[in-house]
C-alpha cells in the first residue's frame, strides 16, 4: 500500500514537471511571461537597378528597399559600396526612414560603353532589434552605352523627389503624383490642398504614391530637404551653364511641329509650343534647352517621345515661369528659377522642380523609369 502511493505522488510529480517543462518551452523567454525577442534577420526586399540590369543610365542613383525598418545608424558608406571591377565608386549613403530604403547617391556619372557596377549592402545592416542580413545582398548591373548629346545634368539627391519647391506647392484636388513632393525652406504649411496626414519626419497623402516631406518635419528630413533644394539648384545652374549651343534660337523660340534631336539647344527668348512637339533619338541620348525667358505650353498640346527617347534625358531650363496649358503632356525634367504651374487635367512624366512655386490643378505627375 504504502509502495503504491509513493509510486503515485512520483507519477502526479513527473506529470506536474513535464507540463511547466512544456510550458516555459512553448512561451519565448519561458516562464510564461510576454513575446520574445526579435530574432529575424531582415533582407533586401527590392533593389534598383535590378539585378543583371541593362542600359542603366549613367545618372542613376542605386536604392536597396528592405523588408522591415533598418537602424539608421549602420545605413553607412561601409556598409553600402559600389564598385566597377576592384575600383569603389565614391558617393553618399542615405536612408529613408518611412520607405526604409537606402540610396547610394555617385558624386558623379556613371561611366558609359555597357560597364558593370557591383553593388554590396553588407550584413553589418542591422534591423532595430539588432539583426544583421543573413549574408552580404550583391548584385550587379551594366550601364548603357554614352548617346548622342550632351552629357546629362546630375540631379544629386533632388532625385529622390518628382516634385520640389522653395516657396510653395499648391495643389487643386484631385491630383495623381507618382514619386516624393518636397519644399524646403519654405515650411508644411505651404504644402497645400493634398490633405496630407503626418508622421513626424514624412506626411503622407492619398494624391501621393510617395511621401511629403517639408522643412519643418522632424529630424533628419530638414537637413536632407536642404541639401535636395542645394542639388536642384546646382543642376540647374549646370544645365544653364552649358557652352557651345548644337542650335541657338531654332525657330525663334516657335517649336510647335518640330521634330528635335539629341543636343544642347538654347534659346535668348522665350519658348513657347502652340502644337505638338516631338523629340526624337535613342534611350541614352540627352536633350537639354535653355531657354532665357518663359516656357508656355497651350492647352491640350503634347510634348512626344520617339525611337526609345526617355523623359529622364530631357532637361529643360527655364530663366522665367513655366506654364503648361489645361490638358496638355510635357516629358522631361523641368528645371524653373521661377515657378511651374500645370493647368488643368495637365500631365507631367519627368519632374517638377521649381525655385519659387509649383502651383497644380488636378494633374498627372510621374517621375522618369530609372
Known sequence: MKNSKTRQIYLLLVAILGVSALIGCSIPGGGGGGGGADTTKPTVASTSPADSATG????????????????????????????????????AVTYDVAAMKATFTPTNNLSGGSTVYTVTVKDAVKDLAGNGLAADKVWSFTTTSVGLGPSPVVLGTAGNFVILAKAMIANVPTSVITGNVGISPAAETFMTGFSQTDAGDVATSPQVTGFLYAADMAPPTPANMTTAIADMETAYTDA????????????????????????????TTAVSMATDVTISGGPADIWIFQVAGAITEAASVQVILLGGAQAKNIFWQATGAVGLGAGAHMEGIVLGQTSITMGAGASLTGRAYAQTAVTMSSNTVTQPAP
Open 56 to 91: 542603366v543610365a549613367i545618372m542613376s542613383v542605386i536604392t536597396a528597399t528592405f523588408s522591415e525598418a533598418m537602424d539608421p545608424l549602420t545605413i553607412v558608406g561601409a556598409n553600402f559600396t559600389v564598385a566597377h571591377g576592384v575600383t569603389a565608386v565614391p558617393g
Open 240 to 267: 544653364a551653364g552649358r557652352t557651345t549651343p548644337d542650335h541657338l534660337n531654332l525657330s525663334a523660340g516657335a517649336l510647335g511641329g518640330l521634330t528635335l534631336s539629341p543636343g544642347l539647344y538654347k534659346w
